[in-house]
């Protein structure tokens, strides 16, 4: 078996459903698994894997044990040569797999390859490649540094252009492909670390045995929660943290770790009292992108509010549409006629125009989306 997606799931039965169905069409022509590992979530996700993918490896643990044990459990029992550990707040396109495993198989020495993340608005999301954080780069990062000057961009290694493949030192754990053979050879995920270490840890320790690392550009991954929480002061508690104990295991313990993390969160708060989180814009017009004038009915009804329909999104038709306009606009992609490759490189072509969006799956009864990076998502019935 060539490939085998590991989907750790904690009570986000919508976005898991999302994103198998997305996995289910990139394995369309390769030989491989899904194995969802279910924290033991009491949203129903186990039920509705069982009931709309009757062919996924169900894993249904007994407790939440986290992210590393529970990713560890799921490489435990896959069979491919290679990995995919991927969130189930992502979606992949049709080709993403076959590319990723093409571009895999020309490199020697071969550690982990990530790729290109965008949120739910389509905007890259920097954490798609990082550096080693280090205290000083950590201290970059957390304060806002990195934003300033070229000498302090190693934390988002900005050495690499967003659309550029080359070496980076760490992957963020959203989308993770590396040999089994590799993953078992260090061990996995360390059971001990905090969270936001994990996959810090585990692409620096591939590192250390001699293991280049790549970002991957040439295909885009939605990943709905940028990284996975709001950027409030537990984020900022539990990336302290998480730098701390990167930091105690691979590092010597420093004084000044304490106090570059100090300043860091005491500029961090200063930047974020002068910061509006989020899209407050309330949504007055939808465009649906579907071949269904019955579902433009039907979502009209649900919402109350004029929904326009198209049968393609090009920037042109939609920038003729929303040329001068002041109302927020919301685009909903229709995954019954169009592919999810289709939907992500429109979302990246269309991302400034004022827009947000939402994806209605093949044969679900929703729309799912999110409307910014610390945007944890939204799902509307239909």
């Not at 969006?357 to 990076?373: D, E, H």
Request: a positive charge.
């Amino acid at each position: 078996m060539k490939l085998t997606v590991v989907i750790l799931n904690y009570n986000v039965r919508y976005f898991l459903e999302q994103c198998v169905l997305s996995v289910q069409k990139a394995l369309q022509n390769i030989d491989g698994e899904i194995i969802v590992v279910d924290n033991h979530s009491s949203d129903g996700s186990s039920a509705m894997i069982r009931e709309r993918f009757p062919k996924v490896r169900l894993i249904e643990n007994q407790e939440n044990l986290g992210f590393p044990k529970g990713n560890n459990i799921g490489v435990a029992n896959a069979l491919g040569e290679y990995l995919c550990i991927l969130n189930p707040d992502t979606v992949v396109a049709e080709d993403t797999f076959e590319k990723v495993l093409d571009f895999a198989e020309t490199k020697l020495h071969l550690g982990i390859v990530g790729c290109k993340l965008i949120d739910g608005t389509g905007n890259f999301l920097p954490e798609s490649k990082r550096g080693i954080p280090t205290p000083w780069v950590a201290f970059t990062k957390i304060s806002g540094l990195y934003k300033m000057a070229p000498m302090f961009r190693k934390y988002y290694a900005q050495h690499l252009r967003e659309n550029e493949t080359g070496k980076v030192d760490i992957l963020v754990g959203a989308f993770m492909v590396l040999k089994r053979e590799l993953y078992l050879a260090v061990g996995g995920f360390d059971e001990d670390c905090f969270m936001y270490s994990d996959d810090i840890d585990l692409s620096y320790r591939i590192l250390k045995i001699g293991k280049s690392n790549y970002y991957f550009h040439e295909t885009a991954v939605i990943h709905y929660k940028g990284e996975s929480t709001v950027k409030d002061e537990m984020y900022m508690k539990r990336f302290r943290e998480a730098m701390h104990f990167f930091y105690k295991k691979h590092f010597k313990v420093s004084f000044f770790f304490d106090i570059f993390m100090k300043m860091g969160i005491f500029f961090f708060s200063i930047v974020k009292k002068n910061q509006a989180v989020g899209n407050s814009r309330k949504i007055e017009k939808y465009l649906l992108i579907s071949l269904e004038e019955n579902l433009r009915i039907k979502v009209e009804n649900l919402l109350g509010k004029k929904v326009q329909r198209l049968d393609a999104a090009t920037k042109n038709s939609i920038n003729s549409l929303t040329e001068g306009s002041k109302q927020h606009v919301e685009m909903i992609f229709d995954n019954n006629h169009l592919s999810f490759k289709f939907i992500i490189e429109s979302m990246e072509a269309l991302k400034n125009l004022g827009l947000t969006f939402k994806i209605l799956p093949q044969n679900a009864s929703f729309t799912i989306g999110s409307n910014n990076s610390n945007d944890k998502g939204e799902v509307v019935q239909i």
